[in-house]
């Protein structure tokens, strides 16, 4: 969801009483659109975070590091010059509007008093940041210059007088209800309730509209011409709880994760139409400094992931072509008999082979069938033959190398389907690190070196659940893990569990040499669902045997063993 007017206002109430009267001890600008601004008030140091990412605009509480540029920002020096050692003296906002205001005061070099205005916009692709003169609104500098080759409504740039973004929408706190009703009909009807909302009224994204509905008890797709007096007022009674929900500084911000953990929403206030599998709660500061650090570590591994798996596509595709090539070869084994029958009814017919001929008819000795044999005019009968027993030979050759690589191939498209279920399922940048160390081991990628040294590897840390009798489940993620789970940490009488017949982690569940209760069992083949290929089928076959049943073959792939004794279970996946 956006960072709306409602999630800025929700914010800003919790910043006020934290920061007024704070003094900045220091600015930085570690990204090209973001500010750190470092503010002591309380006895305490706030490290107030304030970017203008298309992506991610927002301003919010952080405890996250980030890392300086080498080189100076030419806006974070003008940042330094004029709110370095100031006071903060208001943090305000128009309305519910995406603009915040940090107004400070302090003394130039000079020692004259004067205000400054560090104007933050929080407008998607027209997101900036902007520090003003406070005494005539004049721009001192903005993270994004830009003329009216840009924009045509105004230009930022160093001296010109501050032009405040375009508004057309509404103040939903200072509409009564007959405003609101007469603006809301006037929005076309076949427009949902909630679009109209969202066009018409300052500080509401979507989500939040949605919710404002939801909360009326009218249905989410309800359509503006299906709104009479007492849906409209219903309506507006709930948006004015909505704003004295969040003005109160009561409201209970969430983040909504879908069922695989990532987060797809959050709000300052519950949104609760939504259906998600689960939600974090927390202060509008924390849950937004918690929702976009999740955000961007999930897009990070999101990209990261998108480039191992691409590596693997390709290859992939480079084994199939030759599996195909291997199977063409394969497909015509039966002309290698068919060159020998065609050698040996020919020695066996030489005296009939005195006609210079390019071919003859000869009857199988093995079916009685007449078979027509072509022949080589530059070849005696007797070299006729023999040419036709080596074109035997070869093709028989040509046979058994294609098996023997027909085998390998298979089985390294099986490894790459393992590789490609352990990128799936890898919930961290670690996970992925440890997967490419495995294929550049594997000669599927080059080795990274940065500065003359080898990238060190990450160590194998493979997940841990606790079953319902208290039992630990461990669960390896990627082939280098599986074999560390199986070989390193279980014991010989554990239970080894995997899905069947797919590719997924290896499973233990450590029994202490007790037999397994069902719950336990169930518990960890539920894991192993999860954790494989067929993660999101409803049910899954997985296979569970006493860990001194399972074996490496000398020579075998990273994660590949055979085992026997085992058991089958169905089970339905679950998120542990």
Partial sequence: MPYDGLALAAVRGELAPLLIGGRIERVQQPERLAIIVQVRNHRRKFRLLITADAQAARMHLTENAFTNPLALPVFCSVLRKHLEGVRIMGLEQLGYERIARLVVEGRNEIGILGHRVLVAEFMGKHSNIILLDGANELILDGIKRYTHAVSRHREVLPGIPYLAPPNDKLGPAQLDIDEFIAEISGQPMDSKLHEALQKRLEGLSLPVAREIVHRSDLPLDTRVEFCGHYELRRTWETLQGVLQEVSANYCQAGIFYNKVGRPVDFAPIDLSHLSYAHRDTGTPNEIADRFYVRRVEQDRLETARHNVRSVIVRSRKKLERKLHN???????????????????????????????????ELEDFYTGEPVTIELDLRLTPALNAQAYFKRYHKQKKAVARAEQEAEILTAELRYLDELETAIEIAESLSDLAEIRAEMVAEGYLRETVQKGRRVAEAASEPRQFTAPNGQIVLVGRNNRQNDIVTFRL???????????????????????????????????????????????????????????????????????VIYSNEKTVQVAPISP
């Fill in 326 to 360: 291997a199977e063409s070869t394969l497909q015509d084994a039966s002309k290698a008999d068919l060159y020998r029958v065609y050698g040996a009814l020919l020695t066996a017919n030489l005296y009939r082979l005195n006609e210079a001929v390019d071919r003859i």
């Fill in 490 to 560: 279980a014991g010989e009488t554990d239970i080894w569990l995997h899905a069947r017949g797919v590719p997924g982690a290896h499973v233990i569940l450590r029994t202490g040499g007790q037999p397994p209760e069902d719950t336990a069992l169930e518990f960890a083949a539920g894991v192993a669902a999860s954790f494989s290929k067929s993660r999101q089928a409803d049910k899954v076959a997985v296979d569970y045997t006493l860990r001194r049943f399972v074996k490496k073959p000398k020579g075998a792939k990273p994660g590949f």
